[in-house]
T-cell receptor, first 113, second 113 residues
């Protein structure tokens, strides 16, 4: 079945460590997104990519980095510069063009100890 | 700037009662409009979407929503709520000229027997 796979589901990290969250899709979608979700704040855009080897910062990109070397993969690195990284992270994708909705993965919960 | 407002943070309804979740948006043109549902610790699932045409749209799980341009609203409704509808509901706006989406802060629904 086509879909978006995020891993790991749960991740614990010590302060000062970088961590990479994986996002893989087999929907053949061009555009991919990373959102951060905190209680009461909805979803906030971190980065998005419309095509391989290109990506744009979202509203809260500081302390995060991404790469898009393959169409199906869009990993997110949470660096030690991110001051409050504990959150639920959601990856999404959509068909290129203006009418496609976002398809979401199951999310990754990062906890910094 | 585009924005989405969900004025109700939390709603409690009895099983079998009707439901209406409110959503208002701010956008210079007619946007693409979406409602998503999220169970705890899960990703978001699309309930329904509006792009153009009939302003009353039907979705999955018996939900419907009505786009009212004059009120900049896209309220979600269900005539009879089931206990399994308890979840977080997000309204979202898609920008027609780009690839960005804007989410409301969500409405948490509790269903009591």
């Amino acid at each position: 079945d086509g879909g978006i796979t995020q891993s790991p589901k749960y991740l614990f990290r010590k302060e000062g460590q970088n961590v990479t969250l994986s996002c893989e899709q087999n929907l053949n979608h061009d555009a991919m997104y990373w959102y951060r979700q905190d209680p009461g704040q909805g979803l906030r855009l971190i980065y998005y990519s419309q095509i391989v080897n290109d990506f744009q910062k979202g509203d809260i990109a500081e302390g995060y980095s991404v790469s898009r070397e393959k169409k199906e993969s869009f990993p997110l690195t949470v660096t030690s510069a991110q001051k409050n990284p504990t959150a639920f992270y959601l990856c999404a994708s959509r068909q290129q063009g203006n009418t496609g909705e976002l398809f979401f993965g199951e999310g990754s919960r990062l906890t910094v100890l | 700037a585009q924005s989405v407002t969900q004025p109700d943070i939390h709603i409690t309804v009895s099983e079998g009662a009707s439901l209406e979740l409110r959503c208002n948006y701010s956008y210079g043109a007619t946007p693409y409009l979406f409602w998503y549902v999220q169970s705890p610790g899960q990703g978001l699932q699309l309930l329904l979407k509006y792009f153009s045409g009939d302003t009353l749209v039907q979705g999955i799980k018996g939900f419907e929503a009505e786009f009212k341009r004059s009120q900049s609203s896209f309220n979600l409704r269900k005539p009879s709520v089931h206990w399994s509808d308890a979840a977080e509901y997000f309204c979202a706006v898609g920008v027609r000229t780009g690839n960005q989406f804007y989410f409301g802060t969500g409405t948490s629904l509790t269903v009591i027997p």
